[in-house]
């Protein structure tokens, strides 16, 4: 199918680090957003008369500059999430957890964390929870207190002063 780029608008089209125009893939781009409903929104401008009231506002959490920049673009989030999803497994490759703290990094980069954090958390809970869950699992399998899967370790009595009835 040949594309006539003269019929395209600057939306329609997308630019490599090459330079080369190419046609952008609107379908996949509408899969590899997990998260649709994600309504983001350029922030308010925050103005301060002097530099002595930002810092005030600063230091009492009044102001966050990160709350104050624009939303950051889809191929912003892909790329920070595949930066994150290298490190992860070139630091811990036999983590068990890496593959949920990588989808709760991308969830809150879906709903702009540094823009909007009360939305980002709330959204992202689910997968922060399943991490710590997970987390914990991994210890306890690391330590030899439990296995993850499998018969649980049992305890000899049901508590320390049951009687021993072989000998009672």
């Known amino acids: 199918m040949a594309v006539n780029f003269a019929d395209l608008k600057i939306e329609d089209v997308k630019i490599t680090d090459a330079g080369d125009v190419v046609p952008r893939n609107k379908k996949y781009e509408a899969a590899m957003n997990p998260y649709p409903e994600a309504d983001v929104h350029a922030p308010k401008k925050i103005g301060f008369s002097t530099n002595w009231e930002k810092l005030v506002a600063y230091h009492h959490g009044v102001y966050v500059p990160e709350m104050a920049q624009g939303p950051r673009s889809s191929d912003e989030v892909c790329k920070a999430v595949a930066d994150f999803s290298e490190k992860v497994h070139k630091d811990a490759p036999k983590d068990a957890c890496k593959y949920l703290q990588i989808e709760e990094f991308r969830c809150l980069n879906a709903y702009q964390y540094e823009s909007q954090p009360q939305v980002a958390s709330k959204k ?3 997968w922060w929870n399943e991490l710590q869950k997970c987390q914990w699992d991994q ?4 330590a030899g207190t ?3 899967e ?3 370790m049992r305890r000899r009595r049901p508590y320390i002063f049951y009687p021993d009835f072989k000998y009672a």
């Open 124 to 126: 992202c809970m689910k």
């Open 139 to 142: 210890a306890k399998f690391n």
């Open 146 to 148: 439990t296995y993850i």
């Open 150 to 152: 499998g018969p649980q």
